[in-house]
Nanobody, 113 residues
Framework: QVQLVESGGGLVQAGGSLRLSCAAS????????MGWFRQAPGKEREFVAA?????TYADSVKGRFTISRDNAGKTVYLQMNSLKPEDTAVYYC?????????WGQGTQVTVSS
């Protein structure tokens, strides 16, 4: 399994941008489908975006967020633009390969009004 470490979270004003990074270790990284999830206080963890053979986005972030990956650098990114207060959550990096699944520790994103 891969080990995942997120970075790039922080405080940003509404309408601003932030880029999250997820650094991975392991030689099989390129074979993993990677994704981002988030969890706000009092809410269930929800899907945000994923990249494997195709890219997929939650309706709530379409047109604003972009997921990408650098297999050589073993990193997955989440570019977040036009941020809204409702985007405030802990963001988690996820990787899947068959029965294997890995999660990062999470990084806090706070969007102020």
């Amino acid at each position: 399994q891969v080990q995942l470490v997120e970075s790039g979270g922080g405080l940003v004003q509404a309408g601003g941008s932030l880029r999250l990074s997820c650094a991975a270790s392991g030689r099989t990284f390129s074979s993993y489908a990677m994704g981002w999830f988030r969890q706000a206080p009092g809410k269930e963890r929800e899907f945000v975006a994923a990249i494997g053979d195709t890219t997929t986005y939650a309706d709530s972030v379409k047109g604003r967020f972009t997921i990408s990956r650098d297999n050589a650098g073993k990193t997955v990114y989440l570019q977040m633009n036009s941020l809204k207060p409702e985007d405030t959550a802990v963001y988690y990096c996820n990787g899947r390969l068959g029965p294997q699944e890995s999660w990062g520790q999470g990084t806090q994103v706070t969007v102020s009004s």
